[in-house]
């Protein structure tokens, strides 16, 4: 079972359970347009059990151990999502996804939750490498990969079908050798 992971007085991941399906509906519907441009799910998202849904996948997930899902929750709202996923045991390795809703955005919010949950990767899990994979046009998620001294590997050619294209998606990735923890 998940713990929430306090991130600061203001922000926590919380396990994502079907009680966050309702907001996160709220979320995505209030930014369907901003989120689309980069997540070929946000279509699909259309009601509550749609959420539930995905939410059941989440914790199917959790307990084979390859994936740990959380929502981010400033205050008293939850703004966004965030997970560890493809967890390779045997390579200790495993891809950081994010979105938060576009009102949320430019505050840091994102990038100190994501590296709350490096923190969790590289000390409780025993990852040895975290990527971050996001869209070459996508310049606010590229920048908290940099931010959190990520280094660019490559670009994969469109390795990303997006609402009816291919995407280019930079690679990101950081070793537990070359992290370096901060505080909040």
Same mark, same amino acid.
């Given at each position: 079972m998940l713990l929430t992971i306090q991130v600061n007085d203001a922000i926590a991941l919380e396990p994502l359970t079907d009680s966050h399906a309702g907001p996160l509906l709220q979320l995505v519907n209030s930014n369907r347009e901003y989120l689309r441009q980069w997540l070929p799910?946000?279509?699909?998202?259309?009601?509550?059990?749609?959420?539930?849904? #995905? =939410?059941?996948?989440?914790? $199917?997930?959790?307990?084979? !151990?390859?994936?740990?899902?959380?929502?981010?929750?400033?205050?008293?709202?939850?703004?966004?999502?965030?997970?560890?996923? #493809? =967890?390779?045991?045997?390579? $200790?390795?495993?891809?950081? !996804?994010?979105?938060?809703?576009?009102?949320?955005?430019?505050?840091?919010?994102?990038?100190?939750?994501?590296?709350?949950?490096?923190?969790?990767c590289f000390i409780h899990l025993q990852l040895n490498r975290i990527e971050i994979k996001c869209a070459t046009g996508n310049y606010k998620s590229a920048a908290i990969a940099e931010r959190l001294n990520f280094t660019k590997e490559g670009v994969m050619r469109q390795a990303e079908w997006v609402n009816g294209h291919y995407v280019d998606l930079n690679l990101y990735a950081l070793l537990k050798d070359d992290w370096q923890p901060k505080d909040n």
């Open positions: 799910w946000v279509d699909h998202m259309q009601t509550v059990d749609d959420f539930k849904s #995905y =939410i059941n996948r989440c914790k $199917k997930q959790e307990d084979e !151990g390859t994936d740990y899902s959380y929502v981010i929750v400033s205050g008293s709202a939850v703004v966004g999502r965030i997970g560890i996923h #493809y =967890i390779a045991k045997q390579n $200790k390795f495993g891809a950081i !996804g994010y979105w938060i809703g576009e009102e949320f955005t430019g505050k840091g919010i994102m990038t100190k939750a994501c590296r709350a949950l490096i923190e969790v």
